[in-house]
C-alpha cells in the first residue's frame, strides 16, 4: 500500500504563513502558489481534493477581489475541489461572499491548527465520498452507455444527444481525440436503436493495411486475388440488418472513399472479384480524431462523403474539458486493478 501523502493546495503569499501552514499540516503533501496564475497551474497539474485559499492575493493583498476571482475560477475548471478559504479576523463579509460563490469553508488568521486540521480532514472525507456517488451514478446511466464513465455536464450532454438520435436509421458521425470514448457512443447508438438485437461490427481503418482495408470492407470471391482459397463476406455485408461502426474513418484511403459513398448512395456492395450487386440494410456510424473540415480543404477527403457521413455530428469533449471525469477515471481504474489482484 502507498504511504504517499495527499496533497492540498495552498494560496499563500505571505512566506511566513506558508512556512508555518507547511509544519502544522505535515501530514499532507502542500504545494504551493502565490498568486492566480501560479495557483490555476498548481491546479491543472495536481488535481487537489483540497484548495486553501488565501483571500488577500496580490495585487489586492489587502483587500479580497483577487482572492474571490481566483476562487470561481478554480471551482469553474474543477467544481468538486473543496475550497477552504483564509481571511482576517475581521473579515467576516468576505468570507460569507466566498461561500456563497461555492466556498467549501473557511478559517480566520491566526488559526488554530487542531480546527484547521480536522477542516481539512472532513473536506476531504466528503470529496471522497462525492467520489464514489458519481461513480456509482455514471455506472447506472443507461445500460447502453455503461461503459462511459462520466459525470461532467459537457459529456452528459452528449449521452443524451446519442440517446435521442439512436431510433432514428441516420448516419452519425463521432469527433473527438482519440481516448474519448467514441467507440462506447457507437456501440449505445446501436444497442438503443431498434437494430439492438442485431449484430454491431466494428472496423479500425488506420489499423488495416491499404492493400486488405478494400477486401476487409466488401468481402471477395473465391480466386479474387492470390490466396482467396474461399469466398469471404466483409464487414458491410456482415453486419447487414445491424450497425457498421467504421473508426478513423478519416485514415480510409481516397480509392476506398469513393467505393464506400457509392454504398451509401446506393445500398448496395460488389465482392472484390465479383460481378453481381449486394442489396446490405446496414445502419452506420463513423469516428474520427482529424479535422475532417481541414482535410476536405486539403484534398486528402471527399466532401460528398463527409456530407453523407455526418447526417448527425456528435462532437466528443476531451478529457480536460470533462471537469472531474479524471478523477472518476482514476478510481475506477484503481477499483479494477484492485480486483484483479
Known sequence: MSDAKQKILLVEDDPGLQKQLKWSLGDYELVMAADRDSAIAQLRRHEPAVVLLDLGLPPDADGATEGLATLQQILSLAPATKVIVVTGNLDRSNAVKAIQLGAYDFFQKPFDPDVLALMIARALHVHALEIENRLLAARQHGS?????????????KVCHTVEKVAPANVTVLLLGESGTGKEVLARGVHELSPRAGKRF??????????????????GYEKGAFTGAAKQTIGRIEYANEGTLFLDEIGDLPMPLQAKLLRFLQERVIERLGGRGEIPVDVRVVC????DLANMIQEGSFREDLYYRLSEITVKIPPLRERPGDAILLAQAFLERYAREM
Open 201 to 218: 461490427v466494428a472496423i479500425n481503418c488506420a489499423a488495416i493495411p491499404d492493400t486488405l482495408l478494400e477486401s476487409e470492407l466488401f
Open 287 to 290: 469516428a474520427t480524431h482529424r
Open 144 to 156: 447502453a452507455l455503461q461503459g462511459l464513465i462520466t459525470s461532467s455536464e459537457p459529456m452528459l
